[in-house]
């Protein structure tokens, strides 16, 4: 059950004894309309920006503070802190940890955090929350590093020892990364079947040091009989420049691809010589990995070649088909694949052939800079419907790229 403790708090603060005038540039600075008044770490109560601004220029903080309307422990639940601030009506409460002043609770960010998608198995949000904080972490000019973690031989829990040996090693692998977090600079999401990104504003060689604590880790899992294993791919925390026009989640996707690379590259060779001959002997641009929950419950992940970059898209299911989820995750790692280039589908049409044959029909768009071309491709279907359709998308981008400007870098990331 996720608590107060896995979100992120407004954690400014302002001294009792600073004045009205000086708490309002503060506050304007930092864009915050309510701030904690602390003294050594203690809670004394809430300011607003209006009454800052009510208020006599010299009179201290201590004097207009009010107290704080709700305070709430960390390890209070989301949803309970939610209902907390619904029944009395507040936009705010104050967050305690151990006594001690933690942050801000916002009922925005209540609504933010309620609306995404969670991972019911782990409680771990799925890899829109990553993007998303990668984005707003950029934007607010701090560094991001990635840890993309990937269980080694996942699939042989799943097929020799069942489903609910698989499901213990994937909760495993997630309690493992969750005591590595720290709450108030990281971000953990589950971001595809039994792959992890921890995204962190720590320090680089800090996050260094968590993968070498990982890379010494072997868990130790009910029912299955030596210990698991996984691979680490590290990225980020390196920037050392911007353009003038920055797109920060081409900079986030960036981060991932060259993340899970590097997390690909360090699997163990034994994994890679029993690798499925399609995916041994890959072609420059196809599907090279396609996960399908048909319950819905697990996103849809798709895993293409493309340019010699390895890119993963990865759908939430939101009322979707099966087939429309696989055609969006298709799309999403072509846009990992090639950033500053979006990719859409319009229709799926799954037709039989005048020979018998069934085949997929995606029509769509593809669009780089400002300039937008038609995307149509139909896939024969050889192993299963959900794989033609995601080769069809890329037959398709693979035909409307040649109409496209040519790409542009955005950002350089040593």
């Known amino acids: 059950m996720r608590t107060l403790q896995d979100l992120t708090l ?13 708490a309002v540039r503060l506050m304007q600075e930092r864009g915050r309309r309510i701030v904690a008044v602390t003294d050594q770490g203690r809670l004394l109560g809430l300011l607003t920006l209006d009454i800052a601004l009510a208020s006599a220029p010299d009179v201290t903080v201590r004097e207009i503070v009010t107290p704080a309307p709700c305070v709430l422990d960390e390890q209070t639940p989301i949803r309970a802190a939610a209902k907390e601030l619904a029944d009395k009506s507040l936009d705010y409460a104050a ?7 933690a942050g801000i609770l916002t009922a925005l960010s209540l609504l933010e955090e309620l609306g995404r ?26 560094e991001v590093t990635l840890l993309f973690v990937d269980l080694n031989d996942f699939g042989s829990y799943n097929k020799r020892q069942g489903h609910i040996v698989g499901d213990r090693v994937i909760k495993a692998l997630a309690k493992t990364l969750a005591d590595h977090l720290e709450p108030s600079q990281d971000v953990l999401v589950r971001y595809g079947g039994d792959e992890f990104v921890l995204g ?20 130790e899992v009910e029912g299955v009989r030596d210990p698991v294993t996984f691979a680490i791919g590290l990225s980020g925390g390196k920037r050392t420049r911007e353009r003038d026009r920055v797109h920060y989640a081409s900079t986030v996707d960036n981060l991932i691809n060259l993340a899970s690379q590097e997390c690909l590259a360090s699997k163990p060779r034994h994994q ?20 399908v929950d048909d319950a819905g419950v697990e996103p849809t992940s798709v895993s293409v070649s493309l340019r010699g970059t390895v890119a993963t898209g990865v759908a939430v299911r939101r009322g979707e088909s099966t087939l429309e989820s696989v055609v969006s995750a298709t799309a999403q790692a072509i846009e990992h694949a090639v950033p500053g280039t979006s990719v859409g589908a319009e229709d ?24 937008t071309v038609r995307l149509r491709a139909q896939s024969r279907v050889s192993k299963d419907v959900n794989h033609a359709a995601a080769e069809a998308v890329l037959q398709g981008f693979e035909g409307a790229e040649a109409m496209l400007p040519p790409e542009q870098p955005d950002v350089t990331i040593a």
């Open 348 to 371: 799926t049409l799954v037709f039989r052939d005048s020979d018998g044959r069934v085949s997929v029909l995606v029509q769509g768009w593809a669009r780089r800079h400002d300039r």
């Open 200 to 219: 962190s504003t720590r320090p680089r060689d800090e996050i260094e040091a968590v993968r070498d604590r990982l890379q010494g880790v072997a868990l």
């Open 272 to 291: 890679a010589a029993e690798a499925p001959p399609e995916r041994a002997q890959a072609r420059p641009t196809q599907v090279q990995f396609l996960s």
């Open 95 to 101: 967050v305690t940890r151990c006594g001690r002043y």
């Open 10 to 22: 407004i954690a400014d603060t302002i001294e009792p004894l600073v004045t009205a005038s000086v």
């Open 117 to 142: 998608s969670w991972d019911p198995m782990t409680g771990l949000s799925w890899s829109d929350r990553l993007r998303d904080w990668g984005i707003k972490s950029l934007e607010a000019g701090r």
